[in-house]
């Protein structure tokens, strides 16, 4: 039988655990067979009528972030109440679902250093059993690159639908030459590779 793909997004309800949810989704719609795990961690130890009334708003929360995206149509999608150490519940609920994924929402952004060090992230990092990823808003102004990177060719991902991923490159950037825009290498074949690929034309090689 096929594990399941489960992501697990840890959740305090606020504007940090929608950048989450966002980017889980997305993720999780490109899986077939993918489940979503949504988790809320109480403070102290709340009785269990507070308990059903967390699960409830979780379920209210995670319901108008989903149609916020259109819906989430052929995910299985869970919902979790705990209480006690935060860091200590999330990596439990990971370990129990045999989690691929967790994902945390940020506030901050962009700057790595501001959105790990003193938070929840830093210390869950060391104990995950998958890996960890920390989501956050959009910058408002565009990030500067030095050197620049280019956007993405809107050729090259018509190339890789077209094929099914069997084309990485458009015609242009398989071309041969710098100023044709070759990349440096690219290489795709079935595992394992062969010994010897004198006989197997390589994606683009630029000289």
């Not at 708003?57 to 995670?62: I, M």
């Not at 060391?126 to 990177?149: M, R, S, Y």
């Not at 015609?171 to 100023?179: K, L, Q, Y």
Request: net charge neutral; proline share 7%; aromatic share 6%.
């Amino acid at each position: 039988m096929t594990q399941t793909f489960s992501i697990l997004v840890a959740s305090d309800l606020s504007e940090a655990s929608g950048y989450a949810f966002t980017q889980a989704a997305r993720l999780a719609q490109r899986i077939p067979g993918a489940a979503i795990h949504f988790v809320h961690v109480a403070n102290g130890n709340p009785s269990e009528p507070r308990i059903r009334e967390l699960g409830g708003q979780l379920r209210t929360y995670v319901s108008e972030k989903a149609a916020s995206l259109g819906g989430l149509k052929g995910l299985a999608v869970g919902v979790h109440v705990r209480h006690g150490d935060p860091v200590r519940e999330i990596v439990q609920l990971a370990a129990e679902l045999e989690a691929a994924l967790i994902v945390l929402g940020s506030r901050r952004h962009p700057h790595l250093k501001s959105l790990v060090v003193g938070t929840i992230a830093e210390k869950l990092l060391p104990h995950a059993p998958c890996p960890v990823i920390l989501a956050g808003p959009k910058p408002v102004e565009p990030l500067l690159h030095n050197p620049t990177i280019e956007p993405t060719c809107t050729d090259c991902v018509k190339a890789r639908e077209r094929s099914g991923g069997r084309e990485w490159w458009c015609a242009r950037h398989t071309s041969h030459g710098a100023s044709a825009g070759g990349h440096v290498y690219s290489y795709q074949r079935e595992l394992p590779f062969a010994e010897h690929d004198s006989e197997v034309v390589p994606t683009g090689i630029r000289f």
